[in-house]
């Protein structure tokens, strides 16, 4: 149980970053409406996020390893970005938007909505800042293995995240449609992203 805390951290950042609204959970929302390919699209994503944080992890664990003064700025640097994450949440929620999805009939091939999926991962600019930069920066302070267990949790935010807006879709779409619904949702976001930034400042 002694890395416990760091998986809890890892699940508590990696949902924060991924449940806000954009094209990639309208997407999945969709197909899972649609009942299309739902085990692929999900599959796509938490697997590509799962690659994504262990390559972050890797890399920002290789770097504090060489150059110890790193894990100081980067300590300092993510705390700032997370504050400033946490302020645009917030702001969201007091100007709540809602996640609407075309609901057409047209069937639409596996590998047309594969490539859709892995698109609005890969070539998300975003996505590499979420999960490799900062993930991978706050799983540093975590030691080794901490680092690791860390990682573990995020990713498996992605693998409890995604099967349930896919599969679980034609129940949260209503929920989803209501700005409301973000609106809790962003607090949360918020108050996560600011407790995570508390501890990165007092090395908690």
Do not use: K
């Not at 085990?39 to 994504?52: E, K, N």
């Not at 700032?80 to 917030?90: D, G, K, P, S």
């Not at 690791?148 to 949260?172: C, I, Q, Y």
């Not at 989803?176 to 918020?190: E, H, I, K, N, Q």
Request: aromatic share 10%; charged share 10%.
């Amino acid at each position: 149980m002694t890395y416990f805390p760091s998986l809890l951290a890892g699940l508590g950042a990696g949902l924060a970053l991924i449940v806000a609204i954009g094209a990639q959970n309208a997407f999945i929302l969709r197909q899972g409406i649609r009942r299309e390919h739902v085990l692929s699209v999900v599959l796509i994503c938490a697997l590509s996020d799962a690659v994504l944080i262990f390559a972050g992890v890797a890399g920002v664990g290789a770097l504090v390893a060489t150059a110890p003064w790193v894990l100081v700025l980067a300590r300092w640097a993510g705390a700032v970005f997370l504050i400033v994450y946490a302020t645009v949440a917030l702001r969201r929620a007091f100007r709540p938007a809602a996640l609407t999805v075309d609901r057409g009939s047209r069937a639409v091939s596996r590998t047309s909505v594969l490539a859709t999926a892995a698109a609005l991962t890969w070539l998300n600019p975003h996505v590499y800042l979420d999960t490799m930069v900062l993930l991978g920066t706050i799983a540093s302070t975590h030691g080794n293995p901490g680092r690791w267990v860390f990682a573990a949790g995020a990713v498996l935010g992605s693998f409890l995240w995604f099967p349930t807006l896919g599969f679980g879709a034609r129940l949260l779409a209503g929920f989803f449609a209501r700005p409301g619904s973000w609106r809790l949702l962003d607090c949360l976001v918020a108050a996560v992203m600011l407790l995570v930034a508390i501890g990165l400042l007092t090395g908690s």
